[in-house]
């Protein structure tokens, strides 16, 4: 069906969604009206749950998702439930399957919508704008999100129907105001939109609702280039055999340090280690070498030529000669801002023979200029691993551009960068350069990870999987859920609140097993 791998789950965005619709309807003959009936019915499942007694307001668009709505609401009606059903403009305007599902409502007819009585209900499903919507809700939908934006912070909840209103259902772009849901019920397969942030804060919980859609193969047909990681991603990752020696396992070398910042390379080494690379070297400011060497027992230390603690340009040359005889490069943990450090930084990427992964300080050292671009020019793999604000810097942006467009902003990086990146973020994405690039998307929910070092933690566990020659996007990806495992074991047996990076470190090897 599409060009994902079998552990990333599709996430078809609104123009491969309704290529999907079509296919089924004209192709498969599948009615138009089967589908609605049995998104309509799942609609009114997760409404039931949500809402269990009391009065429900459905909200109508003009569209499908209105029809979807007037399913959903003679379903609750038959079932005995007191609901309110209210629509955008008149019936007279309503077309196809919508109205034939508007005709076939038991009880009152839709009545126009009314703002002040949503306020006065138990809950409201929000059946206003479908995928196809974008860009900030206008005229009467725009009311109706307010109203349902106000009724959600006084407590009544909100089911959204297929995507929030006013949310982006191909990006998770929110161009104006938008629903805050406790759930929405999806139709077919997730979208984009409910995955990544700021739809995805959004979206609620999110149930898929199988409509009927044939599930055999359509060539060139709703194909999708976004998927969620699955546990699929770590399964076929290599494994040591009984005959393996440390060298079977990886080289990885680890860059970076600086007066108050050794924690953070250690950590990315001692990561990558736990992650199943056989060898790891740290190249560290030799002023700061005894640190390491104290810190580090299982992990190799190189000193370069430093400055006040800082690496130098004179460092590049023996950085590249340890290149020679090394799998993989993880450049930038802890590794400072100064100038010396910046250009060493720079060099260092531009010629490293070898798969990089850039991270921190070395993704600073790329902020100025045309740094990024450069990158391109690079004859083997690399991985950008930014948070926000660093992707901010690397694209001379303001860090709210990035929040709000978190999908643009990293496939504008990995374009201009020709790399992987890995924006960081309950919604981490894997991000390939292209555009029909693929995109992974993490499943997230593992807030134990929101403390200082995490993020050294992910480089050196993408660096190991790069060093064992696993391809970079897979690599990355299965880097993304092994490092979203360990975060969830270390919140559950250390505790949200006081999980440090070590803990998630140590919980690497667990977070690996799948059965």
Wanted: hydrophobic fraction near 45%; charge should be negative.
């Amino acid at each position: 069906m599409t060009g994902l791998p079998d552990w990333l789950e599709p996430l078809p965005d609104a123009a491969a969604q309704r290529a999907l619709d079509a296919w089924a309807i004209e192709q498969r003959h599948v009615p138009g009206l089967e589908l609605m009936e049995r998104a309509g019915r799942g609609l009114a499942d997760v409404v039931a749950q949500r809402v269990p007694e009391g009065v429900i307001a459905i909200v109508c668009g003009r569209g499908n998702n209105g029809g979807d709505g007037f399913v959903a609401a003679r379903l609750l009606r038959e079932a005995g439930r007191e609901v309110d059903v209210q629509l955008l403009g008149a019936p007279r305007d309503l077309r196809g399957d919508a109205r034939a599902n508007c005709e076939r409502l038991p009880g009152a007819p839709p009545r126009p919508f009314h703002p002040g009585s949503l306020m006065e209900v138990a809950g409201i499903v929000d059946a206003v704008l479908g995928t196809g919507s974008s860009g900030a809700p206008r005229g009467e939908a725009l009311d109706a999100v307010e109203t349902m934006v106000a009724a959600a912070e006084r407590g009544i909840p909100v089911v959204a129907c297929d995507v929030p209103s006013g949310v982006d259902a191909s990006t998770g772009e929110v161009a104006g105001p938008a629903v805050h849901a406790v759930a929405t019920a999806t139709f077919h397969a997730g979208k984009p939109g409910l995955w990544i942030a700021p739809g995805k804060q959004r979206a609620g919980e999110v149930t898929v609702v199988p409509i009927g859609i044939p599930a055999d193969e359509r060539p060139d047909v709703g194909d999708a280039a976004i998927g969620l990681i699955g546990e699929g991603a770590i399964a076929g990752l290599p494994e040591r055999d009984a005959q393996a020696t440390k060298f079977d396992g990886g080289s990885v070398l680890v860059c970076g340090g600086s007066p108050g910042l050794t924690g953070a390379p250690s950590m990315a080494a001692e990561a990558a280690a736990r992650a199943g690379a056989g060898y790891v070297t740290a190249l560290v400011p030799a002023s700061l070498n005894l640190v390491f060497e104290l810190r580090d027992a299982e992990v190799m230390s190189v000193p370069l030529a430093d400055v006040d603690g800082l690496l130098a340009s004179e460092a590049v040359e023996p950085a590249l000669a340890r290149c020679e005889r090394t799998d993989a490069l993880v450049l930038g943990p802890g590794l400072g801002r100064s100038d010396g450090a910046a250009t060493f930084a720079r060099e260092l990427a531009l010629h490293a023979p070898l798969p990089l992964l850039l991270d921190a300080d070395g993704l600073n050292a790329h902020a100025s200029g045309t740094a990024l671009q450069r990158l391109a020019g690079r004859t083997a793999p690399t991985i950008l691993t930014p948070h926000g604000g660093e992707l901010a810097r690397l694209l001379d942006v303001d860090g709210d551009t990035v929040r709000a467009r978190r999908l643009a902003c990293a496939r504008a990086a990995a374009d201009r960068a020709s790399a992987i990146v890995v924006l960081k973020g309950d919604d981490t994405l894997v991000v390939e350069p292209g555009e029909q690039g693929r995109v992974g998307v993490s499943r997230g929910d593992a807030p134990a990870l929101a403390t200082a070092g995490t993020g050294d933690v992910l480089s050196g566990v993408i660096g190991a999987l790069l060093a064992r020659g696993v391809e970079p996007f897979d690599a990355a990806c299965a880097g993304v859920e092994l490092h979203r495992r360990a975060g969830r074991l270390a919140g559950a047996r250390v505790g949200v609140e006081g999980t440090m990076a070590r803990d998630v470190i140590a919980l690497l090897p667990y977070a690996r097993r799948t059965d």
